[in-house]
């Protein structure tokens, strides 16, 4: 069951998708002084690698489809 498609996100909302939302949630986690081993294992990774390409610290929101949404 695809629960982004349910509430109305799709590729064609303003570029937001819901992988976005794992990045974001990545971030946070990573910005708040989680582990990254952990985060790792919390999404899944198989290599810490990839978790780092999660981590959106160093990148600037305004650029960011998901800066665009409104609350």
Not at 8 to 13: A, E, K, N, P
């Amino acid at each position: 069951m695809c629960y982004a498609r349910l509430v109305g996100i799709t590729v064609d909302t303003h570029g937001f998708c819901v992988h976005l939302l794992r990045a974001t949630a990545a971030t946070n986690a990573l910005d708040n002084k989680a582990d990254i081993a952990k985060v790792q294992e919390w999404l899944g990774h198989a290599n810490v690698s990839m978790t780092r390409l999660y981590d959106k610290r160093n990148s600037r929101p305004e650029d960011s489809p998901s800066f665009k949404v409104e609350y």
